[in-house]
């Protein structure tokens, strides 16, 4: 009789231990999935990313910068891209919209809407000054996703 009260006594004790486990582990394991889930699609959407630049000129001191999405995804949140363009050497980020003073960069999508796979994007970089006869400017855009284009441009 002893025997089996050991028996009972130790398969309930292993029950209880296994719940206490599961109880343990399962919240780490449901959360480390959601963790993999959303790098995963983060790493996707940055894998269906791609943009080229199409074509760059100049008007006094005003720069437009044709870009195209050539991935296969739409690309959100354009104003908040990193810009940068100046002299070869002597470049800066360039703040998104209208400013009083220094430079200053807007886009547009061509026909409005979402800057969706196949569509080109204006963007129009405001200068403070003209732009120097005879040089060559640096110019660079990063995406929210981390996907960036770069180009050199030389002024006529």
Do not use: H
């Not at 089996?4 to 292993?14: E, Q, S, Y």
């Not at 995963?40 to 990313?49: G, N």
């Not at 943009?51 to 104003?79: H, L």
């Amino acid at each position: 009789m002893d025997k089996v009260m050991v028996t009972v006594l130790l398969l309930i004790a292993g029950v209880v231990c296994s719940m206490v486990l599961l109880n343990a582990v399962y919240p780490a394991i449901t959360g480390s999935s959601g963790a993999i889930v959303d790098a995963a699609s983060k790493i996707d959407d940055r894998i269906r990313s791609n943009i080229s630049i199409i074509q760059i000129s100049d008007s006094g001191n005003v720069v437009y910068i044709w870009i195209k999405n050539v991935g296969a995804s739409s690309i959100v949140g354009i104003s908040k891209s990193d810009v940068f363009f100046g002299p070869q050497g002597n470049f800066a980020r360039i703040p998104n919209g209208v400013q009083a003073t220094g430079p200053y960069w807007e886009s547009e999508v061509e026909g409005g809407g979402a800057w969706g796979p196949t569509a080109t994007l204006k963007i129009t970089v405001t200068y403070t000054d003209a732009l120097a006869p005879l040089a060559e400017y640096y110019f660079k855009i990063v995406i929210p996703s981390g996907i960036s284009a770069q180009d050199f441009y030389s002024t006529r």
